[in-house]
């Protein structure tokens, strides 16, 4: 993950610390609380700042930041950088009221927040942090539900699950109606399925023998009925040349995952039976999430 942090929100920041109490301030202090576990506990970052680095240590955020990430970078660097940038990649941006930021960031489809704003738009985002148990719906799970949660900044969406291709039934019951939704969100252009092609030979729930290209020539088809800028791709792998193990479904955005229980393939369910069952939505800004993407994204990205 890339941060950009200026100087004028550094001194912003610091200030909002020492006034926002947890009784008085109870969304501000959330959204700051969250702040410094990213600055003092994720490993791994690019720093970018306008401070020159003989001055970082008068600054809080930076002293925190420093003791898990060594490396920093000047603002130049990080403009350079974002005009080449791999659009998969997180980026987060945090400044006083830098125009230049603002417009570099926000067209490379980062997220960037500023010393007026990084409070009201953070907590819309932690918001969409939520697990959705099944058990707790008053109706039939239906995935036009996660709409919310699809609308994220990001043109690539990679969705790992060794079950959803299984048969027609699962493609028309859970694939289908996902691509539907994500459709919905017009930054999106590229989705992939990753799916390991050994556990499909040996799995027995499968109507046949599965041809992953005659499914991605039905996608396309399908996605041209419902009049989406779209491409559909599937990824095999094998277990020989991964080290990772990718039984758990998960679907992958730029700054997101949603992860569902047993699997995308476990719609629609019997809601006549119980089915302690749920989705699970997290973004970057949660340390597990921001880890996953760290460590075991890069295995994905090398399969894909």
Same mark, same amino acid.
């Not at 501000?28 to 994720?42: A, D, S």
């Not at 974002?82 to 980062?110: C, H, K, M, W, Y």
């Not at 995935?143 to 949660?149: E, I």
């Given at each position: 993950?890339?941060?950009?942090?200026?100087?004028?929100?550094?001194?912003?920041?610091? *200030?909002?610390?020492?006034?926002?109490?947890?009784?008085?301030? &109870?969304?501000?202090?959330?959204?700051?609380?969250?702040?410094?576990?990213?600055?003092?506990?994720?490993?791994?970052?690019?720093?970018?700042?306008?401070?020159?680095?003989?001055?970082?240590?008068?600054?809080?955020? #930076?002293?925190?930041?420093?003791?898990?990430?060594?490396?920093?970078?000047?603002?130049?660097? #990080?403009?350079?950088?974002?005009?080449?940038?791999?659009?998969?990649?997180?980026?987060?941006? =945090?400044?006083?009221?830098?125009?230049?930021?603002?417009?570099?960031?926000?067209?490379?489809?980062?997220?960037?927040?500023?010393?007026?704003?990084? %409070?009201?738009?953070?907590?819309?985002?932690?918001?969409?942090?939520?697990? %959705?148990? #099944?058990?707790?719906?008053?109706?039939?799970?239906?995935?036009?539900?996660?709409? &919310?949660?699809?609308?994220?900044?990001?043109?690539?969406? +990679?969705?790992?699950?060794? =079950?959803?291709?299984?048969?027609?039934?699962?493609? *028309?019951?859970?694939?289908?109606?996902?691509? !539907?939704?994500? *459709?919905?969100?017009?930054? +999106?252009?590229?989705?992939? +399925?990753?799916?390991?092609?050994?556990?499909?030979?040996?799995?027995?729930?499968?109507?046949? &023998?599965?041809?992953?290209?005659?499914?991605?020539?039905?996608?396309?088809? =399908?996605?041209?009925?419902?009049?989406?800028?779209?491409?559909?791709?599937?990824?095999?792998?094998?277990?020989?040349?991964?080290?990772?193990?990718?039984?758990?479904?998960?679907?992958?955005?730029?700054?997101?995952?949603?992860?569902?229980?047993?699997? =995308?393939?476990?719609? &629609?369910?019997?809601?006549?039976?119980?089915?302690? !069952?749920?989705?699970?939505?997290?973004?970057?800004?949660?340390?597990?999430?921001?880890?996953?993407?760290? +460590?075991?994204?890069?295995?994905?990205?090398?399969?894909?």
């Amino acid at each position: 993950m890339f941060l950009y942090i200026d100087k004028d929100f550094a001194l912003d920041f610091e *200030s909002n610390l020492r006034s926002h109490n947890p009784v008085d301030y &109870p969304v501000e202090h959330e959204v700051n609380g969250r702040l410094c576990q990213m600055f003092t506990k994720y490993a791994g970052l690019n720093i970018y700042t306008d401070v020159l680095f003989d001055e970082l240590k008068d600054y809080y955020i #930076f002293r925190q930041i420093g003791n898990v990430n060594t490396k920093f970078s000047l603002k130049d660097s #990080f403009i350079s950088w974002l005009s080449q940038t791999n659009s998969n990649i997180p980026v987060l941006a =945090f400044t006083g009221s830098d125009i230049s930021i603002l417009e570099s960031v926000r067209s490379s489809n980062g997220l960037v927040f500023t010393s007026e704003n990084y %409070i009201s738009e953070l907590s819309k985002i932690f918001n969409n942090e939520k697990s %959705i148990r #099944f058990t707790e719906l008053n109706n039939r799970f239906n995935w036009s539900q996660l709409q &919310p949660y699809l609308n994220w900044q990001t043109s690539s969406m +990679v969705l790992v699950d060794n =079950f959803i291709l299984l048969n027609e039934g699962k493609i *028309s019951a859970n694939l289908k109606p996902l691509l !539907r939704s994500i *459709s919905l969100n017009k930054s +999106v252009k590229k989705f992939k +399925v990753l799916v390991n092609r050994d556990e499909y030979r040996q799995n027995r729930r499968a109507d046949g &023998p599965i041809d992953f290209s005659d499914i991605e020539n039905d996608m396309e088809e =399908f996605i041209d009925e419902i009049d989406a800028d779209l491409s559909f791709q599937v990824k095999q792998y094998s277990r020989s040349n991964s080290k990772y193990d990718l039984h758990d479904r998960r679907l992958y955005m730029r700054y997101a995952i949603i992860e569902i229980g047993k699997g =995308f393939d476990l719609l &629609p369910v019997d809601v006549n039976k119980f089915t302690d !069952r749920k989705i699970q939505i997290s973004t970057i800004f949660t340390k597990d999430t921001h880890d996953d993407f760290r +460590v075991f994204y890069k295995g994905i990205e090398n399969l894909l």
